[in-house]
């Protein structure tokens, strides 16, 4: 009886002690109440965040008032909306340049705080420094994490050696010499439609679109050995990267969607989700089935190999591999960054050869005598270095409509430029290769189209880093071989079959007027790039 009193007196103690410490969470009870403490702690946090903002922004100010700043709308809102994705946004750094020659500070609101740099004296600093101290930036690059992971382009320091380290050897030269057929096969299989085309009366044709296609065709067999037809017929996983990069575009330049937990719940968010489980789905499956074949094929395994088989094989010098997620993120990198980069380095060539016809008579003319003689159709690996001409003409091209408008960086310590001036750490430093290439105090007349500027005797007049399509430094693109490569093939055998003259639109009608640049994650044009297609016999003389 004693037993059961002591044990009833027990569990009472220990119910009061309950109800004493759960007294204050019971006052949450009260509706009214439970709302004014939520609202208090959410204005806290708001306050809070505000006020770092604002001191990290009067820091950075301070620390970079010795750069030359244009005009700012108010201290506290800077630029913010004076970056524009169009015709007039480049003709706006075309003046930055004109007025500040080297570089200028630039800052979007209190959120970001940028350097922008437009000459190669401040440009070769910024761009040669080490791997190890370099760091990619959330402005441009955050956007692209969910779709491409920690690859290469994103990721930083000791992870990043290691990265380029294993991911060389599928850019080695004899792998080069193995795409080349596939770049044959991809522009034949281009040439062709225009040819349908032209004959059902549609010789205005839109570049962009068709030369997209192609290069999505030709690193999907280089990439995976996957024959999608996308030429000729619809592909969802190759719609679904169009997709994404049109809403990574669209989320740059919405400044409330630079937050995920804003963008994710918007409608663009949820198409990005859709896209992105389409072309993770597929990288996926790819690498899975790859694998296991590897697997049981041992030594016995073709010696022929796409990109995704040699950086399955590859080892560092642990003896460690890539992780089927990391192969899968640089997988979807090669794919993000081929096809969009060389389709508008392509179009932009083409287009620039039209608009100059002596010159494109002049590759033509080099191109013929290249394949005089000859019973096959393709370009062979040992014909891209016997087009000197071609290559200064597509050089030039690069250089007055790079594919990529600017790179950004930010580095673990500060950085010195010319003329005493420091980059503070954890500022954004905007290398805009735009603004380089049409830098007046580096380039006679920088918006002509001369391609004797890359004559090899005039080369070696111009400072290293006047000329950076491809970046440059240890954080240069590893795939810029591959792009030059496919690049002379495609405008080569264009060159070969077609004439080109300026097109225009038929919908709109109305002769070839000025086309307008568009500025997004590689240069386009507004309305598309129309030209006009005059088909060839196979030796490249009139019909």
């Known amino acids: 009886m004693t037993g059961c009193r002591s044990r009833t007196q027990t569990r009472g103690l220990r119910m009061t002690l309950l109800l004493r410490a759960l007294a204050p969470l019971l006052l949450w009870a009260d509706p009214p109440l439970m709302l004014r403490w939520v609202g208090t702690g959410l204005l806290a946090l708001l306050v809070g965040w505000a006020a770092r903002l604002l001191l990290r922004h009067a820091w950075f100010t301070r620390r970079m008032s010795r750069f030359s700043r244009p005009r700012t709308r108010s201290w506290l809102l800077g630029h913010l909306g004076q970056m524009q994705s169009s015709e007039e946004g480049l003709q706006r750094v075309d003046q930055l340049v004109q007025t500040y020659r080297h570089c200028c500070c630039w800052f979007l609101g209190p959120f970001y705080h940028l350097v922008r740099v437009f000459h190669p004296d401040y440009v070769k600093p910024l761009l040669m420094a080490s791997a190890k101290m370099t760091v990619k930036d959330d402005l441009i690059y955050g956007h692209l994490r969910p779709w491409l992971g920690q690859s290469l382009l994103l990721s930083n320091g000791e992870e990043w050696s290691r990265k380029r380290r294993l991911l060389t050897p599928a850019f080695h030269f004899d792998v080069l010499k193995e795409s080349v057929s596939t770049f044959n096969s991809s522009t034949h299989t281009m040439h062709e439609k225009w040819r349908r085309l032209v004959a059902t009366g549609e010789t205005s044709l839109e570049m962009f679109g068709h030369v997209t296609l192609m290069t999505l065709d030709s690193l999907l067999k280089c990439a995976f050995s996957f024959q999608s037809d996308c030429q000729e017929s619809t592909c969802a996983y190759v719609s679904a990267i169009v997709e994404l990069s049109d809403l990574i575009i669209d989320r740059r330049f919405r400044i409330l969607h630079h937050w995920d937990w804003i963008y994710w719940r918007t409608q663009q968010g949820r198409r990005f989700r859709r896209a992105l489980s389409v072309v993770h789905e597929f990288t996926r499956e790819v690498v899975q089935k790859r694998r296991a074949l590897i697997g049981q094929q041992g030594e016995t395994a073709p010696k022929s190999r796409d990109f995704v088989d040699i950086i399955l094989t590859t080892k560092d010098e642990d003896g460690r591999s890539l992780s ?36 494109q008579e002049e590759c ?74 049409h830098n007046p105090a580096v380039w006679t007349n920088p918006h002509e189209f001369d391609p004797f500027r890359f004559d090899p005797e005039n080369k070696k007049r111009v400072s290293s880093h006047a000329f950076i399509p491809f970046s440059s430094g240890p954080r240069n693109c590893i795939g810029q071989k591959f792009a030059m490569a496919e690049l002379r093939v495609v405008v080569a055998l264009t060159l070969l079959r077609f004439r080109l003259h300026p097109g225009s639109n038929p919908e709109l009608g109305g002769s070839p007027g000025p086309v307008r640049r568009l500025p997004q994650l590689v240069l386009r044009a507004e309305g598309g790039l129309w030209l006009q297609l005059e088909p060839l016999d196979p030796a490249g003389t009139d019909p």
Request: hydrophobic share 35%; with cysteine.
């Open 364 to 437: 033509r003319q080099e191109v013929m005598d290249l394949m005089r003689g000859r019973a096959g159709r393709d370009i062979e690996w040992e014909d891209l270095s016997n087009l000197p001409f071609t290559s200064m003409c597509i050089r030039e091209s690069l250089r007055l409509h790079p594919p990529v408008q600017a790179v950004t960086r930010k580095y673990t310590q500060d950085m010195p430029l010319p003329g005493n001036l420091t980059v503070p750490q954890g500022a954004i430093c905007l290398v805009s290769i735009y603004g380089t290439h």
């Open 324 to 359: 089927d997620e990391e192969i899968q993120a640089e997988a979807n990198t090669f794919m993000f960054a081929g096809h969009d980069t060389t389709a508008s380095a392509i179009s932009w060539t083409l287009y620039n050869l039209a608009q100059h016809p002596h010159y």
